[in-house]
């Protein structure tokens, strides 16, 4: 007689959780559901049921499953979701044993890559005009267009002999 607990339901739940993410973690590292059932010493029925959530699997298995994907033990319970992120985050730290400082940088690179993420950028502002009254042409140099200075250019080179 099967039990209509809440527990039950957050049991079968929570082995649901733990099948896909057994899945999912196989299919990421590219191994079929055979090398997988081989690396963890189980069956390729077991390790089929075990991914549908519809055998509950010892610790000695869990252990072998969490070796046979490289993963600690504590990730095949990890969820797929922004937590998860951070822990990646954690990971890559670690893996690379970056110092206090090199992380500070990292943060330092992610808060320009992402603050303001979804406003529009600041208006632009409008191009330099020429300074000569009811030109409005854009500036080339010395803040005249370029009719303007090279005309000034010119008239101060006659000025000097």
């Known amino acids: 007689m099967r039990s209509s607990s809440p527990l039950a339901t957050d049991t079968s739940g929570a082995l649901r959780s733990l099948a896909r993410r057994i899945r999912a973690l196989r299919e990421r590292r590219g ?3 055979e090398d997988f059932a081989a690396r963890c ?3 390729v029925s077991f390790a089929s049921l ?3 959530g519809e055998r509950s699997p010892s610790y000695e298995t869990l252990v072998q499953v969490a070796e046979a994907l490289g993963v600690p033990l504590a990730d095949l319970f990890r969820e797929e979701d922004e937590e998860a992120g951070a822990h990646r985050l954690v990971d890559f730290v670690r893996k690379h044993s970056l110092s206090r400082p090199e992380v500070d940088r990292l ?3 992610a808060e320009v890559m992402f603050t303001g993420r979804g406003e529009p950028p600041p208006p632009a502002a409008p191009p330099p005009e020429c300074r000569e009254p009811g030109c409005g042409k854009p500036v080339l140099a010395r803040e005249l267009c370029g009719a303007h200075y090279h005309r000034e250019r010119r008239a101060r080179a006659k000025a000097s002999p």
Do not use: D, P, T
């Open 31 to 33: 191994l079929k559901q």
């Open 41 to 43: 010493g189980i069956s």
């Open 107 to 109: 943060l330092a690179v």
């Open 50 to 52: 075990l991914e549908r």
